[in-house]
């Protein structure tokens, strides 16, 4: 069993920058591939980025390579996303998850129906 809290939404300007953190309880965190998916209102929830449980390897939607930064801490039980560069349209509600991991992730990453626990979401505005 697995449970997270996100924190560290808020409202920015364009061009800013937030960290969000996800603290996990759990004794079997370093088992769990974390993500951090989306949702902007009338939308689907969509995946954003992932991190392995060893912490060194990542994916990325394409819509934020190279402004965003996925990384975990298994000693803390903390997954984080360092969001840069931050446009009007990376305004949604922010949810960290965690997906048991196996040799299978890199095909299953993406499909928020994988992912085994959720967060309750921290509201990420963007202002222009």
């Known amino acids: 069993q697995v449970q997270l809290v996100e924190s560290g939404g808020g409202l920015v300007q364009a061009g800013g920058s937030l960290t969000l953190s996800c603290a996990a309880s759990?004794?079997?965190?370093?088992?769990?591939?974390m993500g951090w998916f989306r949702q902007a209102p009338g939308q689907e929830r969509e995946f954003v980025a992932a991190v392995i449980w060893t912490g060194d390897v990542t994916y990325y939607t394409d819509s934020v390579k190279g402004r965003f930064t996925i990384s975990r801490d298994n000693a803390k039980k903390m997954v984080y996303l360092q969001m840069n560069s931050l446009k009007p349209e990376d305004t949604a509600v922010y949810y960290c998850?965690?997906?048991?991991?196996?040799?299978?992730?890199?095909?299953?990453?993406?499909?928020?129906?994988?992912?085994?626990?959720w967060g309750q979401g921290t509201q990420v505005t963007v202002s222009s």
């Open positions: 759990g004794r079997t965190f370093s088992s769990y591939a």
């Open positions: 998850a965690a997906q048991y991991y196996s040799s299978t992730y890199i095909y299953t990453k993406t499909e928020s129906r994988k992912y085994n626990y």
